[in-house]
């Protein structure tokens, strides 16, 4: 049998670094479709499992995979997907059943070329908004994008713990860029990696009630096989799991489902700053394209230009507060991203006026340069 944590220095593919994070982080069901560009965690992880007592079970759609995921969490085991716009697509609908259940699942999306079947090979960042809004109703999400394949494992196991403490789908949001890009990545020894599990109940099973939250507004979650009867549902449910579809149940789990998240941002949203004390123009940015946005920004520093970098790790919960905050203080916000303004909106409606906005959009698949980035930071600093 291999270890599961393969301590130490590695040279992988961001797709690699994507697999052998979730194995580090515990888990141990992995349900999938192929799809161009996010196959090589699917196939890595069919091999790996069988190592170390994991199952994987290659579905006939993306529909089955994620149910399959569904019902193994409730059983007890991490569960994760890895899958691309189309097939993510196909997942929209059990990402809201997921939300209503609570259940702790991880979504790999390695973004591609889209509408459509779009440009399967090449990258981009167009899934942003469906990833927040792709199912129906008033949710929350999580959605956390990478960088680089360090950041990429960095990144599962934070999405494994995430999901873990708030028995929420969490989607790691990344691109064909980060996962085909190959690079240092360093493991730490296990017992220098902090994981979550999910929080148990203390009550005897006569007296639990798989809805009834904490005053975190996180309810504890017992598994099959534990000793504790429990009903779920898509459905709008009391304390209970049991079908209650009435206006005020409704109103009450809705605004729990959302709360959970959103009176937990501290813990959440994580953001890098950096040149910002005396930045009049911030450049933010997020995923592969944080790399040239910080070097533009470097370049622009040597030329006396006062600009700052945002770089958003985690995408939903939005770091609204951080933008609200130096909307106070710089000019200009400079948003790079592959697609045709998504972020970009989430920004400029967050300066509500203070500052203004500027969008750099990128389709084709082709990336963003510094030298590009550096020329737009140029322009606005002679308005």
């Not at 020894?189 to 203390?202: A, G």
């Not at 099973?205 to 507004?217: A, I, N, S, V």
């Not at 910080?294 to 770091?319: C, H, N, Q, Y």
Request: net charge neutral; hydrophobic share 40%.
């Amino acid at each position: 049998m291999r270890k599961a944590v393969l301590t130490g220095k590695h040279f992988w593919y961001g797709n690699i670094a994507i697999a052998e994070g979730a194995i580090v982080a515990g888990c141990r069901f992995f349900a999938g479709y192929p799809i161009t560009p996010a196959s090589e965690i699917a196939e890595h992880i069919s091999r790996r499992f069988p190592e170390i007592g994991g199952t994987f079970v290659q579905f006939e759609d993306e529909l089955a995979s994620i149910a399959a995921m569904l019902g193994a969490s409730w059983a007890g085991a991490k569960s994760m997907t890895s899958t691309s716009g189309p097939g993510f697509s196909l997942m929209q609908e059990n990402i809201g059943l997921g939300v209503m259940m609570e259940v702790p699942i991880v979504i790999v999306n390695v973004q591609r070329g889209a509408p459509s079947t779009g440009l399967p090979t090449l990258t981009a960042q167009g899934d942003v908004m469906q990833t927040k809004w792709g199912s129906h109703g008033s949710y929350e999400i999580i959605a956390l994008s990478p960088d680089s394949p360090q950041e990429a494992f960095n990144l599962t196991i934070r999405c494994f713990n995430l999901a873990e403490k708030y028995r929420v789908p969490v989607i790691l949001l990344t691109s064909e860029t980060v996962g085909h890009s190959a690079g240092k990545v360093v493991v730490p020894p296990k017992d220098k990696i902090e994981l979550v599990q999910r929080k148990k109940p203390k009550v005897p099973p006569e007296d639990y009630l798989p809805y009834k939250p904490d005053e975190d507004l996180i309810p504890p979650m017992a598994c099959a096989g534990e000793g504790y009867a429990f009903t779920t549902t898509g459905l709008t449910h009391d304390e209970k799991g049991y079908p209650d579809t009435t206006a005020e149940a409704h109103e009450k789990l809705v605004r729990r489902l959302n709360d959970k998240i959103r009176r937990h941002l501290k813990d959440i949203v994580d953001v890098e700053e950096e040149n910002m004390e005396d930045a009049d123009i911030a450049v933010v940015s997020y995923g592969q394209v944080s790399r040239p946005a910080r070097k533009a920004v470097g370049m622009a520093r040597e030329d006396g230009i006062k600009a700052g970098s945002i770089k958003l790790i985690t995408i939903w919960p939005f770091a609204e507060h951080v933008i609200h905050r130096w909307a106070k203080q710089v000019e200009y916000f400079v948003v790079p991203e592959l697609n045709y303004g998504q972020i970009y909106l989430e920004v400029k409606r967050e300066a509500a006026g203070e500052a203004k906005s500027l969008l750099i959009p990128r389709m084709g698949g082709k990336l963003i340069t510094p030298t590009e980035i550096y020329r737009e930071i140029k322009k606005v600093s002679e308005k």
